[in-house]
């Protein structure tokens, strides 16, 4: 059973930054793609970044060169550092496994009104900044 386990969030002011994790177990980490997603209270879930297995990466127009998504195999980790945070940043983040690139990676820069049936989903991990 695939199980992601998110951790970082907390406060930051605006232009700070802040770096997510999202432990992943139960299964062959490095043979599945990621995606960090957020989801702001009211908002539908938006994807922001995706990592393929091998480690190209994508980014939503409105975090790229502010936010890094990134992996790493030997400790079952995905990571989201963020950067030159905004007010609008503030959210409930989470990290998503698929086998499924295309289905994954085209998910980035779109948004959901209803959660997209990834293999895994993480609880989450609340993102707020302040001015």
């Known amino acids: 059973q695939v199980q992601l386990v998110e951790s970082g969030g907390g406060s930051a002011q605006a232009g700070g930054s802040l770096r997510l994790s999202c432990a992943a177990s139960g299964y062959s980490f490095s043979s599945y793609h990621m995606a960090w997603f957020r989801q702001a209270p009211g908002k539908d879930r938006e994807g922001i970044a995706a990592i393929h297995s091998t480690g190209s990466t994508v980014y939503a127009d409105y975090v790229k060169g502010r936010f890094t998504i990134s992996k790493d195999n030997a400790k079952n980790t995905l990571y989201l550092q963020m950067d030159s945070l905004k007010l609008e940043d503030t959210a409930m983040y989470y990290c998503?496994?698929?086998?499924?690139?295309?289905?994954?990676?085209?998910?980035?820069?779109?948004?959901?009104?209803?959660?997209?049936?990834?293999?895994?989903w993480g609880q989450g991990t609340q993102v707020t900044v302040s001015s």
């Open positions: 998503a496994a698929d086998r499924d690139l295309k289905r994954i990676f085209g998910s980035v820069g779109k948004r959901f009104s209803e959660v997209p049936t990834f293999d895994s």
